[in-house]
């Protein structure tokens, strides 16, 4: 396990949206250069960049034309490493987005598949063995080159997936998960890791990192063996080199597949989904952090309880505050909302991730049309709001230039308004991460207990290492009785909040961390 992740806090940075220093419209890798400072000022330790790779930007940068450049909208490859350099001058370290299961169709190992002259990337790509012949169950393309053969898509229409073999055959196209052609693809992508961790790179976020091996079983099992000799790999070569996954099963990727940390993804009727969005799921909102919601933390923990008790001494489960695919959580909380949701977030076991623009309460633009295969996803896109100036600071381009249109409102957040304001989200978001750095009861890996939790009742308390956490996110004042308070104060309060002997009054929408006197 990478030592650095027991104290890391990451932040996000959709890189298109961030900063741009050229005025082309587009943000770019100086730009994330120029704001290490802030990050850092922030609290947050650690760097999740979106893909900065060479593409045609089909689906935003998840269509991988080439994986060792970086696309010249960004900058080039010398200016990803000089700022892996500059975040590492300032103790901050840096995560690709790695895109292992499918590239683009413009990539070069696609182009060579296509031919109809057997080569050796022949069979980098699931095809089938005539163009008549479909993908049973699967979305494939035919009738696009001269190769007699269909070819399977992974997401878009333009993103042919990778050949890693089939655990389950049953046409004679199908390769085996052992066999020459799926091995020498998993070696490519290994190959990729090794060119970006050896030029400064601390780790990969990795994309769809459950999709690998067709026909797998429901334990993912030939996926996750996949995974585990890519582990193995890193613990040899690249030991503090960190690996988060895109699986939302912790069983499954971190037992299994070796992963550091496995995303808790925001799926319908989970446990995550609980807490900020159930206006996804049918009927009411019924979000724990709403502060007219009826606040059963039991759905959350009903759920993650058993993923924590399972993997906690083998990796760390990830929650974020949002990410470029899920509704800004500003698009039902309010700021005070927002407060106590992330004091919740910041203060669990596991590593935590800050969406850019969320430490101000950036708001999810509904209205806003697709860019890049955005489609609902691109309103979680829009640029970084740094102040009141023109195009709020991303971009000195005309505004029609820009990728996306900026918050226009009136009373759209930026970070110099809230620098400057104590009370603000990013002052209190700045203040938690502090305190997340201050306590090693509150970072990764320390014990988590819960001491109070009833349904459809408040508060939530919760232990962590010897310090005891109380979180009351409805709209009505709580008080509550518990023989764990004796000997507690208050170290660390968001609301009203007093606690006498073993008696704990905490106000509407308050949160509050507890020491031994």
């Known amino acids: 396990m990478p030592t650095w992740l027991k104290d890391a806090v990451f932040y996000e940075i959709y890189p298109q949206s961030f ?65 892996f350099d500059e975040a590492h001058k300032r103790g901050i370290k840096v995560l690709l987005d790695l895109v292992p299961g499918h590239t683009s169709d413009e ?40 190769r007699n053969g269909a070819y399977m898509l992974n997401f878009f229409a333009s993103q042919p ?23 020498a693809t998993k070696e490519a992508m290994k190959d990729i890791m090794r060119f970006w961790l ?55 990727a971190i037992n299994g597949g070796g992963f550091h940390m496995d995303f808790y993804l925001d799926h319908w009727h989970n446990g995550y989904n609980t807490l900020l969005r159930d206006y996804e799921t049918d009927g009411e909102d019924n979000s724990f952090f ?15 309880m058993p993923k924590y008790k399972a993997t906690k001494k083998n990796g760390y489960i990830s929650m974020f505050t949002c990410n470029h695919d899920t509704p800004r959580p500003a698009n039902t909380l309010t700021p005070e909302e927002l407060k106590i949701a992330y004091a919740f977030i910041l203060t669990m076991p596991g590593v935590p991730f800050i969406y850019y623009g969320d430490e101000i309460g950036m708001r999810y633009m509904k209205d806003i ?46 970070v110099a308004d809230q620098m400057n304001d104590e009370n603000s989200l990013y002052s209190t ?51 509550i009785s518990l023989d764990e308070f004796q000997g507690y104060q208050p170290i660390y309060t968001i609301g009203k909040v007093s606690l006498e002997d073993t008696n704990l009054t905490i106000g509407s929408s308050a949160f509050a961390v507890f020491q031994i006197k």
């Open 19 to 83: 900063y741009d220093t050229n005025g082309d419209g587009i943000g770019d890798l100086e730009g994330i250069i120029q704001k290490l400072d802030y990050i850092k000022e922030l609290g947050c330790n650690a760097l999740w960049i979106n893909p900065m790779y060479d593409s045609p930007f089909m689906d935003a940068g998840y269509d991988v034309r080439d994986y060792k450049k970086v696309a010249a909208r960004y900058g080039t490859n010398e200016d990803a490493y000089r700022l």
């Open 107 to 146: 990539h070069a190992w696609f182009k060579a598949s296509k031919e109809p002259e057997e080569n050796e990337y022949s069979s980098r790509y699931v095809w089938t063995n005539g163009a008549f012949v479909g993908v049973k169950d699967h979305p494939y393309m035919a009738g696009m080159s001269d």
């Open 161 to 183: 997936a990778l050949n890693y073999g089939w655990l389950e055959r049953t046409e004679s196209w199908m390769s085996a998960v052992d066999s020459p052609e799926a091995i």
């Open 198 to 252: 050896d030029h400064g790179a601390d780790g990969f976020r990795v994309d769809m990192a459950d999709s690998l091996v067709k026909n797998d079983d429901n334990k993912k099992s030939a996926t996750a063996k996949i995974w585990r000799d890519v582990r193995d790999m890193l613990d040899q070569e690249y030991p503090e080199a960190a690996l988060v996954s895109e699986w939302s099963n912790p069983e499954q």
């Open 290 to 304: 709403l502060k007219s919601g009826k606040g059963d933390i039991c759905r959350f923990l009903n759920d993650y």
């Open 369 to 414: 049309r697709s860019k890049e295969g955005g489609f609902h996803r691109t309103g979680s896109r829009t640029p970084m709001q740094w102040d009141n100036s023109a195009n709020k600071g991303f971009s000195t381009a005309e505004a029609q230039k820009l990728y996306l249109a900026v918050d226009s409102s009136e009373d759209a957040p930026n």
């Open 429 to 479: 978001t700045k203040s938690l991460v502090a305190l997340r750095h201050m306590y090693a009861d509150l970072q990764a890996d320390a014990d988590f207990n819960v001491i109070y939790a009833e349904q459809e009742k408040m508060p939530f308390v919760y232990k962590r290492g010897k310090l005891i956490l109380a979180t009351n996110p409805s709209g009505l004042e709580e008080t």
